[in-house]
T-cell receptor, first 113, second 114 residues
Framework: AQTVTQSQPEMSVQEAETVTLSCTYDTSESNYYLFWYKQPPSRQMILVIRQEAYKQQNATENRFSVNFQKAAKSFSLKISDSQLGDTAMYFCAFVYNNNDMRFGAGTRLTVKP | EADIYQTPRYLVIGTGKKITLECSQTMGHDKMYWYQQDPGMELHLIHYSYGVNSTEKGDLSSESTVSRIRTEHFPLTLESARPSHTSQYLC?????????????FGEGSWLTVV
């Protein structure tokens, strides 16, 4: 079974600082995709960043970057220069072949002024 | 933002009532999904569809039903609502080849059954 684990239910960070959210997954597949989604309070869930397992290079999107360790099955999200608007639930997700996306339990991030 | 819409956004209904949550997308996506999410908790897949006339049950057992008569429309129905159905319901869609593509989510429907 494919599982996604987010071991940090809640985290907080001071504005302008850097924070890292952890995600591990379990799969026997060799080719798959990993995602981080952001769900602001009472707002639409949106894609933050995506990583293809066969690519060695870590994905980056502006202030968001990932540390993808395929052997360790780890996929952490780093948010640099945190902003108040980054306050949200963050979900790690996994998909392989054409199967459904599996989500972790989420990490609630609060950015403090 | 993605073109996927859910109505109603918020609903309070009495026990035993029938309710249909509407979901429409204008992106021409083949696959559509319904997730159930309690506040601040993980998402659970309850239904999905590969296309017109296709409906499948997800991981989480649900007393709801779905239909897919048109590509763009994927309504979810509860024949007799109970307080245990109180939750947020998220509709989503994607292309048929999900791998490498993203899922787009609606804004969610908050259902409270009293």
């Amino acid at each position: 079974a494919q599982t996604v684990t987010q071991s940090q239910p809640e985290m907080s960070v001071q504005e302008a600082e850097t924070v890292t959210l952890s995600c591990t997954y379990d799969t026997s597949e060799s080719n798959y995709y990993l995602f981080w989604y952001k769900q602001p309070p009472s707002r639409q869930m949106i894609l933050v960043i995506r990583q293809e397992a066969y690519k060695q290079q870590n994905a980056t999107e502006n202030r968001f970057s990932v540390n993808f360790q395929k052997a360790a099955k780890s996929f952490s999200l780093k948010i640099s220069d945190s902003q108040l608007g980054d306050t949200a639930m963050y979900f790690c997700a996994f998909v392989y072949n054409n199967n459904d996306m599996r989500f972790g339990a989420g990490t609630r991030l609060t950015v403090k002024p | 933002e993605a073109d996927i819409y859910q109505t109603p956004r918020y609903l309070v209904i009495g026990t035993g009532k029938k309710i249909t949550l509407e979901c429409s997308q204008t992106m021409g996506h083949d696959k559509m999904y319904w997730y159930q999410q309690d506040p601040g908790m993980e998402l659970h897949l309850i239904h999905y569809s590969y296309g017109v006339n296709s409906t499948e049950k997800g991981d989480l057992s649900s007393e709801s039903t779905v239909s897919r008569i048109r590509t763009e429309h994927f309504p979810l129905t509860l024949e007799s609502a109970r307080p245990s159905h109180t939750s947020q319901y998220l509709c989503a869609s994607s292309t048929r080849d999900l791998a490498g593509n993203t899922i787009y989510f609606g804004e969610g429907s908050w259902l409270t059954v009293v």
